[in-house]
């Protein structure tokens, strides 16, 4: 499973690690990632997806999952929240 938020895209990123005699060792920078359960008010259901705590975050700003994959890009989302942002545009249709 590679180390990418499903709704903000964060990935990991490289970098040097520089001691205090500036000596340079490359590095990895992973995103803090969790395995987060929302719930989509729409459809009525949860969702597991694996986010970062600044996505998780950032829903919560939104007022909920719904908003947050509404408002999203859908370049930054996994094939899992672009599924789930076609069924939720889906329903607003129907309604």
């Known amino acids: 499973m590679s180390r990418v938020c499903e709704l903000t895209g964060k990935k990991v990123m490289t970098g040097n690690n520089v001691s205090h005699a500036h000596n340079k060792t490359r590095r990895r920078f992973l995103p803090n ?3 987060s359960t929302l719930m ?3 459809l009525g259901r949860s ?5 970062s705590t600044h996505a998780l975050r ?3 700003h939104n007022d ?3 908003n947050f994959l509404l408002k999203a890009h859908d370049n930054d989302l996994s094939a899992k929240a672009l599924k789930l942002k076609k069924e ?4 607003q249709a129907a309604a």
């Open 33 to 35: 990632l969790t395995k």
């Open 47 to 51: 969702v597991t997806l694996r986010i």
């Open 88 to 91: 939720l545009k889906k329903k």
């Open 58 to 60: 950032s829903v919560e």
């Open 64 to 66: 909920g999952l719904d």
């Open 40 to 42: 989509s008010d729409a």
